[in-house]
């Protein structure tokens, strides 16, 4: 039972806490130096954006979309992963992106359009293609 | 360099590596916790004898990274361009905090 664990706790339980209490600590800092490196990415993205309207923004609210953005990309790792889950895999791919956009049909699209120039610049999955297409030519005939 | 050329230099070596951190940050997080959950059950039933297996935790293709990158760079635009309008139709050259908040809920069901 759950309370007999807690109760015979062990020396070697114990020193496992505190094993697990500086990992946590590491894990923290991380992710503050994570966020911080996150914000400036995305400061840079929204301050272009601003000024290809010829306005500029607020400081405040560069942060917060950062932050924001940084809560959204949490949210997108969560549903990526769901997804490839669910078709049974453990590689999330590109279809998991586009799926993930879904609620909007412009972004969902413009998303589709982006996989194929990616799909066609890539010169390897060209060579699949072929080949493909040569096992094809072999089953018709 | 054009601009266009800048935009896409910008979210491919600088989004990359950080997207790609912060989803398996979660991901492993995730991971860890359904093998404690896993792991307390096998406990439990007294019926699992053998060693719980450690599950590889989730992992991205090159391209669903690159395309996942530009989904989080839309966003932000989408989000400052928003904005942008709402105070353009207030006639200041400022985006403000409350311009943000006007479009918010749209752009939170949007994504």
């Known amino acids: 039972m759950a309370t007999d664990r807690v109760l015979c706790g062990s020396s070697s339980e114990i020193e496992r806490g505190e094993e697990q209490e500086e990992q946590q600590q590491e894990h923290d800092s991380e992710a503050k130096l994570l966020h911080d490196r996150f914000r400036l990415s995305a400061i840079s993205i929204a301050e272009s954006e601003a000024s290809k309207n010829g306005m500029e923004i607020s400081k405040v609210l560069v942060s917060c979309i950062a932050d924001l953005a940084y809560k959204f990309t949490e949210g997108l790792a969560k549903d990526l992963q769901l997804f490839a889950q669910h078709a049974n895999r453990k590689c999330v791919n590109m279809e998991d992106v586009i799926l993930s956009a879904h609620r909007n049909e412009h972004v969902s699209s413009y998303l589709r359009t982006f996989s194929n120039d990616l799909k066609a610049r890539d010169p390897s999955s060209e060579r699949k293609r072929k080949k493909e297409a040569k096992k094809n030519d072999k089953a018709t005939i | ?111």
């Open chain 2, 1 to 111: 360099m054009g601009e266009a050329a800048f935009d896409f230099y910008l979210h491919f070596f600088l989004l990359q590596p950080l997207i790609h951190a912060i989803l398996k940050r979660v991901w492993t997080a995730r991971t860890l916790e359904r093998e404690r959950i896993e792991a307390n059950e096998a406990l439990d039933s007294e019926a699992g004898a053998g060693t719980s297996k450690k599950s590889r935790p989730t992992s991205v293709n090159g391209n669903a990274l690159k395309l996942s990158c530009e989904l989080v760079r839309v966003f932000v635009t989408e989000a400052v361009q928003r904005a942008a309008a709402v105070a353009e139709a207030e006639g200041s050259t400022q985006i403000e905090p409350s311009h943000l908040e006007f479009i918010l809920p749209q752009l939170l069901l949007d994504f």
